[in-house]
């Protein structure tokens, strides 16, 4: 007998559905999904994060949560439910601002090489990111474009006017130098009142 009333074999010869196979989809539809609770919890954090987890920080998540899972059972179990991360486009630092101050003329036109040491230098800021940190740091070097030698360089946590202070006073410590040509990106710092002094200042 079966739920309503009715006789199962009754039921099964109606239908023309062999007994082997009602009983195997009937246990499918008792069985509970082991995985139901580790699946709430994967979307509880996808959510919380807005999206931007992927199964490896989602993984880690879920073990400081006291979950003992394998990152690859974490991705799977994504796949199913359709939670992919969120790629975040990184933006690249510049240090162009725009016209904030006086602007060189491109002397170098292209003609990167030199015949001397100290002919052209060329300098810039380059921003890099620390792993697992939000921290990020700012190189600011002075390359020699006779043998491409790092003649000087800052770091710095924050692309300031001091940083440039530092290391044009490490690449450039003689009171005159002839003829150097010194090439940067016309960033905010290179169109500051003082780095123009600088050179005039250097020759």
């Known amino acids: ?8 074999d009754i039921l099964l010869e109606f239908s023309g559905l062999a007994r082997s196979t009602y009983y195997y989809h009937l246990k499918q539809l008792n069985k509970l999904d082991k995985n139901m609770v580790l699946k709430a919890k994967i979307k509880m954090i996808y959510d919380e994060h807005k999206g931007n987890y992927g199964y490896r920080r989602i993984t880690l998540e879920l073990r400081n949560q006291g979950f003992l899972v394998n990152h690859k059972k974490v991705q799977r179990l994504m796949k199913r439910m359709n939670l992919t991360a969120r790629i975040r486009r990184k933006r690249k630092y510049s240090s162009y601002k725009g016209e904030v101050g ?7 036109q292209r003609h990167f090489e030199a015949s001397k ?6 300098t810039d800021v380059t921003e890099f990111a620390i792993p697992a940190s939000s921290q990020k740091l700012y190189l600011s070097p002075v390359l020699d474009g006779y043998n491409s030698e790092i003649i000087a360089y800052q770091l ?10 530092t290391m044009l006073a490490k690449a ?6 002839d003829n150097t040509i010194l090439h940067s990106d016309q960033g905010w ?5 003082f780095y123009h002094e600088f050179l005039n200042q250097k020759g």
């Open 1 to 8: 007998m079966v739920r309503g009333g009715f006789r199962l």
């Open 189 to 193: 710092q290179y169109q500051h009142q």
């Open 117 to 122: 040491p100290y002919e052209k230098c060329y």
């Open 172 to 177: 450039f410590p003689d009171e005159h130098y």
């Open 102 to 108: 006086k602007k060189a003329d491109n002397l170098i």
């Open 156 to 165: 710095s946590t924050s692309p300031n006017l001091e940083q440039i202070k």
